[in-house]
């Protein structure tokens, strides 16, 4: 199935201790964009997150989002500075010897002065963040490729129901021409008779003229090639795989064929169709720049 480059998909999860939420939003771009934004400590996640999502997005600019926070385990501890407590107190008793005041010290009184304890972060497990966070992500993964595929199947079946159009067209095209070679010929039959009176036409020259007419208007090479590139534009949209950048060369090719048709028409309803069909080929060409 097809996938458009707009998604979005968010997990929220505990795993090991470490309560995880992974956001991925993307929209469309030539190639696999990535970016993020992740806790200041955890840039090593970086790397290892583009690689586990390039392997199930080709195009796309993806943002991803990261936050972390422990829950089940502590992240920090604290140091006490035991000479300088000690120096504290012997301070506080030699004061209170020497102003004869009671000594009052006390471990809370102790605590409160500076550098007596200090907080410390504990030194984080890479493997077991990024075990972590990997496993969020693939869930958010999920959901976001669902979104991507749900997406993608509403683009196909517009591209289809504007293929089925364009097929229509073509038939009338294949039809209108041959028409247009016999109109022209009973033109020029009528005209040559105005102008000769009762002189004989000389059925010939009307056969050569005839001849070099259709063959200046003829269209079935250019209807066989968009029929046949309809064809393959069926089977890319109803596919799998990333087939965005085909499609595009794809639709060049079919608005090139129609140009030529039209360059060709010499019927104000061959004109009309071609105008009609370059509207929808232009409308399946903005769809497909939604593909991946």
Not at 99 to 126: H, I, Q, W, Y
Not at 177 to 187: A, D, F, G, I, N
Request: charged share 35%.
């Amino acid at each position: 199935m097809i996938r458009s480059m707009t998604g979005y998909g968010r997990h929220q999860q505990v795993v090991d201790g470490w309560d995880v939420t992974v956001e991925l939003k993307s929209v469309n771009h030539r190639y696999y964009e990535y970016s993020s934004r992740l806790p200041r400590t955890c840039g090593f996640l970086d790397d290892r997150l583009k690689s586990f999502l390039q392997q199930s997005i080709a195009r796309g600019k993806v943002e991803v989002y990261v936050s972390l926070d422990a829950v089940e385990t502590a992240d920090s501890h604290v140091e006490v500075n035991l000479p300088l407590a000690e120096a504290y107190r012997d301070a506080l008793r030699e004061t209170a010897a020497k102003l004869d005041v009671r000594d009052d010290c006390t471990v809370m009184g102790l605590s409160r002065f500076p550098d007596v304890l200090t907080v410390r972060k504990n030194e984080a497990d890479e493997e077991v963040i990024w075990n972590a966070v990997r496993e969020t992500a693939a869930v958010a993964l999920e959901k976001f490729v669902a979104m991507r595929e749900r997406e993608g199947e509403r683009l196909r079946d517009d591209v289809l129901s504007r293929r089925d159009f364009l097929l229509e067209r073509v038939a009338l095209v294949e039809e209108r021409s041959p028409q247009t070679v016999r109109e022209h010929m009973e033109k020029i039959t009528e005209r040559m008779r105005e102008l000769l009176g009762t002189v004989t036409v000389d059925e010939q020259r009307l056969l050569t003229e005839a001849a070099l007419f259709a063959d200046k208007i003829a269209t079935a090479e250019e209807t066989v090639r968009l029929r046949s590139h309809l064809d393959q534009l069926e089977q890319l949209v109803s596919g799998d795989g990333s087939v965005g950048r085909k499609l595009d060369f794809l639709v060049q090719e079919i608005n090139r064929e129609t140009n030529t048709i039209g360059s060709k028409a010499q019927d104000l309803l061959l004109a009309q169709t071609v105008v009609d069909m370059k509207a929808e080929i232009e409308k399946i060409r903005e769809q497909i720049q939604n593909i991946e």
